[in-house]
């Protein structure tokens, strides 16, 4: 099930990126006073209320007869961003007049249809703002009450992200059987995805093309295998911001990544002849932290020059810079001439299935201890980290909540060393592991 999409745009200058900073809970955008800083959308995983969403930054809007390419292009990007978008945020700084920036963006955002929320950003005396009518003149932009809020010190963003989430789409019952598996299949543009699909499903189903960007939007295919049902989910290319052209590319990654969101397994394609790119990076990453199963699919491997050693060297490569992803088996296709592509639904069940395991309390509580002695924790001024008890509270992907006595001991290295003894122990190839970690009573224990 897709996530609803928040928007957050408006002139430059007003807070955006701050704003976005503030609900994505971390330094995420790039925050200076100067305008047009913010140049690409960025996108981040959010949480309110139990109701997860994407939240999209974007770049300031302006309407001046003379704009720049990169201006131009901001604006463009903002404007799809609304495109995209379930619910908007159009922030306004209550510190200044009202522009006619801002009547014109009220003006694309009426017309858009879709649901707006106006904030006042930059309210320092919340009651002076309110007993003196200083947001009065907001009114006219005709899109309701202004929030006034403080996005520096997140003063009132609660009440503004209470007032969002009531807003979100009613969440859609999901549109297929439970025991059915979505595949996604996802990469930058031109690399083979729709080849690999007509290949898999046997037939023509969905447009090639060498073209860069053909596919537009995600396309859900339905197909059975040995007995099994699936659906493959083809989405449009994802390719670097600075090399992005065409208006409807914009739009298309939103949909990639909503395709995620989706699917239970990743077929993550890169190109033989280019390697792994900075781009594949990010995509990969992306369905990482969605806790998605992943198989790393080399397509185009029938035209690269070989020898006995070649696949070992790129499987290396491969390792080297998708290092956050060493679980993720790989296997080396060309979707044109149909090599390998037999072993990719098998590859997919196994995955799945890794993706989806559980393992007994008492069993994992055995074998910690085995660890623990086998691997004592590293002291810290004095203080050892002792793991009290260990529970596994989720699959898709695996999720383990560790209780300790003081969990700032837990140093990152040691929890590698625990994830590492849980692949060893259980598999879980394919599929992320999320560990959490959680202070208990020693008492308790006792």
């Not at 704003?19 to 995420?28: C, E, H, K, Q, Y």
């Not at 619910?87 to 009220?106: C, H, R, S, W, Y």
């Not at 980290?385 to 560790?402: A, M, N, R, S």
């Amino acid at each position: 099930m897709s996530k609803p999409v928040v928007a957050i745009v408006g002139r430059p200058n007003v807070g955006k990126s701050t704003l976005f900073n503030r609900i994505a809970g971390g330094m995420v955008a790039i925050v200076e006073n100067k305008p047009g800083v913010t140049r690409d959308r960025l996108y981040r995983e959010s949480e309110w209320l139990g109701r997860k969403f994407t939240l999209i930054d974007t770049g300031g809007i302006e309407f001046k007869e003379e704009t720049t390419p990169i201006s131009a292009q901001i604006r463009r990007q903002a404007e799809l961003a609304i495109e995209e978008a379930d619910v908007i945020i159009f922030l306004v700084d209550a510190k200044a007049t009202l522009t006619p920036d801002d009547e014109m963006i009220a003006r694309t955002l009426r017309r858009s249809g879709k649901p707006v929320l106006l904030a006042a950003n930059k309210v320092e005396n919340f009651a002076k703002a309110e007993a003196e009518g200083e947001l009065y003149e907001f009114l006219q932009l005709g899109l309701g009450e202004p929030i006034p809020i403080s996005a520096v010190h997140g003063m009132n963003t609660g009440d503004l992200l209470d007032a969002v989430v009531s807003r979100f789409p009613e969440e859609d019952e999901e549109e297929y059987a439970p025991d059915v598996i979505r595949i996604a299949v996802i990469g930058r543009p031109n690399v083979g995805k729709s080849s690999l699909v007509n290949k898999l499903i046997g037939e023509e189903r969905v447009i090639v093309s060498n073209i860069p960007g053909t596919t537009r939007d995600a396309i859900d295919t339905p197909f059975t295998y040995e007995g099994k049902s699936y659906v493959l989910i083809d989405t449009a290319g994802m390719r670097r911001k600075g090399r992005i052209e065409e208006v409807t590319e914009y739009y298309s990654v939103v949909r990639s990544l909503r395709a995620v969101d989706r699917s239970d397994v990743i077929l993550m394609l890169i190109d033989a002849q280019e390697g792994v790119t900075e781009q594949d990076k990010k995509i990969a990453g992306y369905a990482h932290e969605a806790g998605k199963g992943i198989v790393l699919i080399v397509n185009k491997w029938d035209i690269v020059e070989k020898d006995e050693k070649t696949m070992n060297k790129f499987e290396r490569q491969i390792r080297e810079e998708l290092g956050f992803m060493q679980y993720a088996p790989t296997l080396f296709i060309s979707a044109k001439t149909g090599q390998r592509v037999n072993k990719i639904i098998e590859l997919v069940d196994f995955v799945a299935e890794q993706n989806s395991t559980r393992v007994a309390t008492s069993t994992l509580n055995g074998l910690v201890r085995e660890w623990v002695h086998l691997n004592p924790p590293p002291t810290d001024k004095g203080q050892r980290l002792k793991i009290l008890y260990l529970t596994q509270v989720g699959v898709k992907p695996p999720t383990f909540v560790f209780f300790v006595n003081d969990p700032e001991l837990m140093h990152f290295s040691y929890r590698r060393y625990l994830e590492n003894q849980l692949r060893q122990s259980f598999g879980f190839e394919g599929s992320p592991i999320r560990i959490v970690v959680r202070q208990r009573d020693e008492e308790r224990e006792k």
